[in-house]
């Protein structure tokens, strides 16, 4: 069974700080994506890795994969407070197209 | 969402009523998911379906079922609605992995109250 664990799950920063939040899955995958979610919305795509050493960067946002580690990791940048959400990897798995979910981090930057 | 459409968006229901959610797309394609989302256990799979009349179990699916009987809809009932349904459920569909897609695209989700 595939598990997808997310640290830290609440992470708390100033505006203008830098961070990383890291994503470990369980098992052989090359396929991993990161969602974010503002409060009472659905899911938004951030991020596609679709092999290993691939890195993505919008922004402020820096996405990395590394699947012999079973590691990606999204790096904050000088963050600012419109980058406050929840954060979400998510793993292909198995057969048929599921995605195993983290449980999310909850990133709240403040002034 | 473009092409995935989620009914009610809220539904507020009684213990032990049946209760159905409906999934709709329009973009034709296979691959839909129910999930279940829950303060400290993220987004749980409930169901999936791959073709019209294929479905499968997910993590949680006790006291779900689902049925597809077009490509487009992808329903999902409570047989009788229990407090522990209490969620808030998103229905996804998902294309052909390629380079550069995205996965999934989420539906705006439904917020499921079983009083």
């Known amino acids: 069974e595939l598990k997808v664990e997310q640290n830290p799950l609440f992470l708390s920063m100033q505006e203008g700080k830098n961070y990383t939040i890291y994503c470990n899955y369980s098992?052989?995958?090359?396929?991993l994506y990161w969602y974010r979610q503002d409060p009472g919305k659905s899911l938004e795509s951030l991020f596609v890795?679709?092999?290993?050493?691939a890195v993505k960067q919008e922004g402020r946002l820096m996405a990395s994969l590394d699947t012999k580690a079973r590691l990606s990791t999204l790096h904050i940048t000088a963050a600012v407070h419109d980058l406050s959400a929840t954060y979400f990897c998510?793993?292909?798995?198995?057969?048929?197209?599921?995605?195993?979910f983290g449980k999310g981090t909850l990133l709240t930057v403040n002034p | 969402d473009a092409g995935i459409t989620q009914s009610p968006r809220h539904k507020v229901t009684e213990t032990g009523t049946p209760v159905t959610l409906r999934c709709h797309q329009t973009?034709?394609?296979?691959?839909m998911y129910w999930y279940r989302q829950d303060p400290g256990h993220g987004l749980r799979l409930i169901h999936y379906?791959?073709?019209?009349?294929?479905?499968d179990k997910g993590e949680v699916s006790d006291g779900y079922s689902v049925s597809r009987s077009k490509t487009e809809d992808f329903l999902l009932t409570l047989e009788s609605a229990t407090s522990s349904q209490t969620s808030v459920y998103f229905c996804?569909?998902?294309?052909?992995?390629?380079?550069?897609?995205?996965?999934?695209?989420f539906g705006s989700g439904t917020r499921l109250t079983v009083v």
């Open positions: 973009e034709n394609h296979r691959y």
């Open positions: 998510a793993v292909f798995g198995g057969s048929n197209y599921k995605l195993t």
């Open positions: 996804a569909i998902s294309v052909e992995v390629q380079p550069g897609n995205d996965g999934y695209t």
């Open positions: 890795l679709l092999s290993n050493g």
């Open positions: 379906s791959y073709g019209v009349k294929d479905t």
């Open positions: 098992t052989t995958s090359d396929r």
